[in-house]
């Protein structure tokens, strides 16, 4: 199959995001990298095309100039996310089918708005949660839904890292970039964070969120911007579910972990420990299963086997099979893939978020916008 042209919206050589996308995007050759307008920076914006294999006349540095030219291309846009909203309306407006890390916008009204002229257009918009494409996450999701555990009766989220209390060796705190350092009514680690986590519970659970209530606290070296994030979450089904989420947890780079439990037993993952889920019943029995092994029904597929078992499936690997998902849709012309998040999803998770800030202001519990 013929790979699919996209082109970079930021994401230069010297951005992590950028070579990450760059890398999973072509790891099974679904995508195409064929221009960019990658850096503010014109020294920079060429270096990393010419780096990338991009020809100097698909390289621009005006990334309006490359959506009108640039017609039937996938873009893909990595800059910063107070600076998602205004690409994302022009790219819409000229019919751009584009994939967008998370979260699309800063806020509900925004990512309404977006969610709307989609419909409106023949557009479309994937939004990127890498962490969706671990395989032995969608093995959990397999397990929940075919009834494994029973009935769900409660689940535990928690992204812990460390990033604004640490310091340098000198002693100096260390500054995130200068949009990280700000907050808005949904606060930055909501959207840096808290959208993975609600999106997680989402794709793992197939519930929706009805009411939710929490609490900020900004103990960090960044005053004034919130730094951790509590929350409990109510579903139709009385599932409750609590999230736990910032960066003031020393000794996690990132603690990523979910436990479900049921009626019959529970499932648990830890992203350090990526390719195994504990899986306990009501004998106290507690069994590990593993891409290798033969109870699973999802994570042994080849797709998810690019090495065998027992060499880890990791980061990279997780954005690659977001990526073949996104390609999936993009070659049939729909978004029907359990595994794809769309704009209407980004607004679902904005709308719990918005909701969970609402409930930090009211201090009572917020019923989550349908």
């Keep these: 199959m013929k790979p699919i042209p996209i082109a970079f919206i930021g994401g230069s050589i010297h951005s992590a995001v950028g070579n990450t996308h760059r890398i999973a995007s072509q790891m099974d050759g679904r995508f195409h990298l064929t221009a960019g307008c990658f850096s503010r920076d014109a020294e920079i914006n060429s270096q990393t095309g010419l780096a990338w294999g991009v020809s100097s006349s698909h390289i621009y540095t005006d990334w309006k100039s490359m959506l009108e030219r640039e017609k039937t291309v996938v873009v893909v846009l990595l800059t910063p996310t107070p600076h998602h909203w205004e690409v994302l309306e022009y ?81 100096s705190t260390i500054k995130p970039q200068v949009w990280r350092q700000q907050d808005d009514y949904v606060p930055t680690v909501s959207l840096d964070l808290g959208v993975h986590v609600v999106n997680l519970f989402r794709f793992i659970t197939n519930q929706s969120v009805l009411r939710i209530v929490g609490s900020y606290q900004t103990r960090g070296n960044i005053p004034g911007v919130v730094d951790s994030v509590s929350a409990l979450v109510e579903c139709s089904n009385e599932l409750k579910a609590e999230f736990r989420f910032g960066k003031t947890s020393l000794g996690h780079s ?95 998770d904005m709308k719990i978020l918005d909701a969970l800030s609402t409930s930090v202001l009211q201090k009572q519990w917020v019923e989550v916008e349908e």
């Design 91 to 171: 790219a819409v407006s000229l019919n751009h089918r584009i994939i967008c890390e998370k979260s699309l916008t800063t806020s509900v009204r925004t990512t309404k708005l977006l969610a709307e002229q989609v419909l409106q257009r023949s557009s479309s918009i994937h939004a990127v949660y890498n962490y969706t494409g671990y395989p032995m996450l969608r093995e959990m999701q397999e397990i929940i839904n075919s009834g494994v555990l029973g009935e769900l009766i409660h689940c535990e989220i928690e992204m812990p890292q460390e990033g604004y209390l640490r310091r340098n060796s000198d002693g």
């Design 254 to 348: 990132n603690g990523l972990s979910i436990s479900c439990f049921g009626t019959h037993g529970s499932v648990r993952w830890k992203q350090t420990d990526p390719e195994f889920l504990l899986i306990s019943d009501t004998q106290g029995v507690t069994r590990q299963i593993h891409r290798g092994t033969t109870p699973c029904h999802v994570a042994h597929l080849p797709r998810y086997n690019r090495f065998k078992a027992g060499h880890p499936s990791g980061f990279l690997e997780a954005f690659s099979n977001h990526y073949f998902d996104i390609a999936e849709d993009l070659d049939h012309g729909n978004q029907d893939s359990p595994f794809t998040f769309s704009s209407i999803d980004a607004l679902t």
